[in-house]
């Protein structure tokens, strides 16, 4: 069964502090690992797919990356609207549905 | 941007009823989706739809659901009987091609069952 665990599940940052958000995922043959962000009350809004081991994505503030295991999403200098819950999810090779980790809240504070 | 569109943004209805939630997937995608959400849990996965049928389903799928895409536009879940453990978000879905592509999530229906 694929799973998908993200760490931690939830993180307070201030303004600037840099960190990353861990997403470790157990699947037959990943056909992709995708990062969502989410706002409260709304859907899932896309960020990247990552497709092989190695690959780094970037969007602003924003860095994804995958290792054969785990994919790290860096946020370096967060601002107060990078609050959000941040989701993992994987797709295995046999499917084209994703298996989603319970997400991670983070809460930039100016 | 085109974005993908749910109504109605909260449904209540009592244990037993029928309901049937509406999205309208973006324009020019091909594959179609409907996923959960309880509160406080993980978004999971209820089924996938190309070329007019079911393509997945998980195992919460059973024969209470149904979906259907009865126009060009708009992709229905049915729910025929509904229970309390159906009180969750539900989010449809559509991605544009293939199908790791990425899938464009709408903003939800939050289903209420009393």
């Known amino acids: 069964e694929d799973q998908v665990t993200q760490s931690p599940e939830a993180l307070r940052l201030q303004e600037g502090e840099s960190s990353s958000l861990n997403c470790s995922y157990t699947v037959s043959g990943l056909r992709g690992l995708f990062w969502y962000r989410q706002d409260p009350g709304k859907g899932p809004e896309f960020l990247f797919t990552?497709?092989?081991a190695g690959e780094e994505k970037e969007k602003e503030r924003l860095k994804a990356t995958l290792t054969k295991k785990e994919s790290f999403l860096h946020i370096t200098a967060p601002k107060p609207e990078d609050s959000a819950t941040y989701l993992c999810a994987a797709m295995n090779s046999g499917y084209s549905t994703l298996t989603f980790g319970k997400g991670t809240m983070l809460l930039v504070s100016p | 941007e085109p974005e993908v569109t749910q109504t109605p943004s909260h449904q209540v209805t009592q244990m037993g009823q029928e309901v049937i939630l509406r999205c309208v997937p973006i324009s020019n995608h091909l594959y179609f989706y409907w996923y959960r959400q309880i509160l406080g849990q993980k978004v999971e996965f209820l089924v996938s739809f190309y070329n007019n049928e079911i393509s997945e389903k998980s195992e919460i799928f059973d024969d209470q659901f149904s979906v259907e895409r009865p126009d060009g536009s708009n992709f229905t879940l049915k729910i025929r009987s509904t229970k309390l453990e159906d009180s969750a978000m539900y989010f449809c879905a559509s991605s544009p091609q293939t199908t790791n592509e990425k899938l464009f999530f709408g903003s939800g229906t939050q289903l209420s069952v009393l």
């Open positions: 990552l497709y092989s």
